[in-house]
């Protein structure tokens, strides 16, 4: 197994080598599909991780919990792993710098930090701060700096990619390595965005979204799905299970994995 510092490496030049596609996993089991579906990285959602342990998304997840989870799925793969750790599980800058301290030294390559905060966006100088206290952290580490002027609809729609451009340097002076500006995938907006930051631009995809080659053309150069993955398979449950108890019926888990084959993902060595 490589090292995690060449893992780090890896995931680095993943972001200069074409669009590098994330498929979010949110547990030890997602993340094996995952790289065994061909992933050449391996990024958990923060919401599906916080569900899949009893929490809400949105920093209400017990800190130790996420990083517990961080070093079991690390652990479990041979790709790189980025970890969404919400707005970094602290209240100062401090801690923030604790929190991705621990996420590298549990194997992470990588993590996103969001800008959210309440029902609006942390101040910049705010937000500056708590980065510069992640890369004095884990000086390695690729930090994702999310940036959500668009996914929470800040401000005027016609002043929104200058907001957005305007974080992204400043956040790139605090020490990220890439912007990610989730609720864009418009082509000429995401166009525009890449062309105007120095630094590798990741957008958030789903149904009805450009396919991953038109973002990457457009210049995304990292394309993630967020929950996607996880709705999806909650979906299943809840059809299976609703099935199972009003019909009697087991047509809903037709397509489910065989035991088998999902065991075997744990015998790697």
Do not use: C
């Not at 490496?9 to 200069?16: N, P, Q, S, V």
């Not at 959500?148 to 200058?162: C, F, H, K």
């Not at 992204?168 to 890449?194: C, Q, W």
């Not at 929950?227 to 299970?241: D, F, H, N, P, V």
Request: zero cysteines; charged letters at 25%.
């Amino acid at each position: 197994m490589t090292s995690a510092a060449d893992r780090t490496k890896l995931f680095h030049a993943l972001h200069r080598s074409g669009p590098l596609a994330l498929p979010n996993a949110w547990d030890v089991a997602s993340a094996l599909i995952v790289e065994a579906a061909g992933a050449k990285a391996v990024a958990t959602t923060s919401a599906g991780v916080a569900w899949s342990l009893g929490a809400p998304d949105g920093d209400a997840l017990d800190r130790d919990l996420a990083i517990d989870l961080v070093a079991r799925i690390a652990k479990a793969v041979r790709v790189p792993v980025t970890a969404d750790i919400e707005s970094g599980f602290g209240q100062d800058a401090k801690e923030v710098g604790d929190t991705v301290r621990a996420v590298a030294e549990a194997g992470a390559s990588g993590v996103n930090i969001e800008d959210a905060y309440g029902s609006g966006l942390r101040d910049v100088r705010e937000q500056q701060e708590r980065l510069k206290a992640a890369r004095e952290a884990a000086p390695d580490l690729y930090i994702n700096a999310r940036i959500d002027v668009y996914l929470r609809g800040i401000g005027e729609p016609e002043g929104r990619l200058q907001h957005a451009l305007d974080r992204a340097k400043a956040y790139l002076e605090a020490g990220a390595s890439g912007i990610f500006v989730p609720g864009v995938t418009d082509l000429g907006t995401v166009g525009e965005l890449a062309s105007k930051i120095d630094a590798p631009l990741n957008v958030l995809a789903g149904p009805g979204a450009p396919a991953v080659h038109e973002l990457g053309t457009a210049g995304a150069a990292r394309i993630s799905v967020g929950t996607a993955l996880a709705s999806a398979a909650y979906a299943t449950a809840r059809k299976a299970a609703e099935e199972l108890l009003s019909k009697g019926t087991y047509d809903s888990t037709e397509e489910g994995l065989g035991y088998g084959e999902l065991n075997a993902l744990f015998k790697n060595d």
